[in-house]
């Protein structure tokens, strides 16, 4: 059981650039979330999903985009790099309500700097 | 609209010493309130998670208490070790636009000296 699992760990991009960031869990969670991490400002909601072939808007999601094609994998889409993106992102998952306390399992993280 | 705070933003405590750290939020109307620790580099790692109905939760060294009413949340560490180093974040789940999320604290950075 490998939990939450974030690919890559690190990267850098041009402006501009497009990229992926993939994230699976393998504990048949229903919602996930992406978060982006930066200094003094704690964890800000990008995008979540409710379930499979769901997304929805949170904090932040300008400049993000999400697909959540199957239960396990979330993935979160840059379409053109801004400096402004330069941050550390987090995905999480939890159970469904019916199910449990709501407590949220977290991935190590992407390390990702916009030049 | 909800806010979340720690105070102190970082913390440096002997070994052996027991410790609060403070998480308080704006708004009453919480489901439930988590605690994590984040190692540098790392993802965030659950401690305790307390429901609203709840006063406490404990786990080994570790109590988290909960008082809504004053906003406040306390997470208590027994016996602190150098292991224990590390930046510990409050959250809080809310309603808000049609569904529920979490609102984070910034984190207090704690370093245990040995």
Same mark, same amino acid.
């Given at each position: 059981?490998?939990?939450?699992?974030?690919?890559?760990?690190?990267?850098?991009?041009?402006?501009?650039?497009?990229?992926?960031?993939?994230?699976?869990?393998?504990?048949?969670?229903?919602?996930?979330?992406?978060?982006?991490?930066?200094?003094?400002?704690?964890?800000?909601?990008?995008?979540?999903?409710?379930?499979?072939?769901?997304?929805?808007?949170?904090?932040?999601?300008?400049?993000?985009?999400?697909?959540?094609?199957?239960?396990?994998?979330?993935?979160?889409?840059?379409?053109?790099?801004?400096?402004?993106?330069?941050?550390?992102?987090?995905?999480?998952?939890?159970?469904?309500?019916?199910?449990?306390?709501?407590?949220?399992?977290?991935?190590?993280?992407?390390?990702?700097?916009?030049? | 609209?909800?806010?979340?705070?720690?105070?102190?933003?970082?913390?440096?405590?002997?070994?052996?010493?027991?410790?609060?750290?403070?998480?308080?939020?704006?708004?009453?109307?919480?489901?439930?309130?988590?605690?994590?620790?984040?190692?540098?580099?790392?993802?965030?790692?659950?401690? /305790?998670? =307390?429901?609203? @109905? #709840?006063?406490?939760?404990?786990?080994?060294? !570790?109590? %988290?208490?909960?008082?809504?009413? &004053? $906003?406040?949340?306390? /997470?208590? =560490?027994?016996? @602190? #070790?150098?292991?224990?180093?590390?930046?510990? !974040?409050? %959250?809080?789940?809310?309603?808000? &636009? $049609?569904?529920?999320?979490?609102?984070?604290?910034?984190?207090?950075?704690?370093?245990?000296?040995?």
């Amino acid at each position: 059981n490998a939990g939450v699992t974030q690919t890559p760990k690190f990267r850098v991009l041009k402006t501009g650039q497009s990229m992926t960031l993939l994230c699976a869990q393998d504990m048949n969670h229903e919602y996930m979330y992406w978060y982006r991490q930066d200094p003094g400002m704690g964890l800000r909601l990008i995008h979540y999903s409710v379930g499979e072939g769901t997304t929805a808007k949170g904090e932040v999601p300008d400049g993000y985009n999400v697909s959540r094609l199957k239960k396990q994998n979330f993935l979160l889409g840059l379409e053109s790099a801004a400096p402004s993106q330069t941050s550390v992102y987090f995905c999480a998952s939890r159970k469904d309500f019916g199910q449990a306390t709501y407590e949220q399992y977290f991935g190590p993280g992407t390390r990702l700097t916009v030049t | 609209k909800q806010e979340v705070t720690q105070i102190p933003a970082a913390l440096s405590v002997p070994e052996g010493e027991n410790l609060v750290l403070n998480c308080s939020f704006t708004d009453s109307a919480i489901y439930n309130l988590q605690w994590f620790r984040q190692d540098p580099g790392k993802g965030l790692t659950s401690l /305790l998670l =307390i429901q609203s @109905s #709840q006063r406490e939760q404990t786990s080994g060294r !570790l109590n %988290a208490s909960l008082d809504k009413s &004053s $906003g406040r949340s306390t /997470l208590y =560490i027994a016996a @602190s #070790q150098p292991g224990d180093s590390a930046t510990y !974040l409050c %959250a809080v789940r809310v309603r808000g &636009s $049609g569904t529920y999320k979490y609102i984070f604290g910034t984190g207090t950075r704690l370093k245990v000296l040995a």
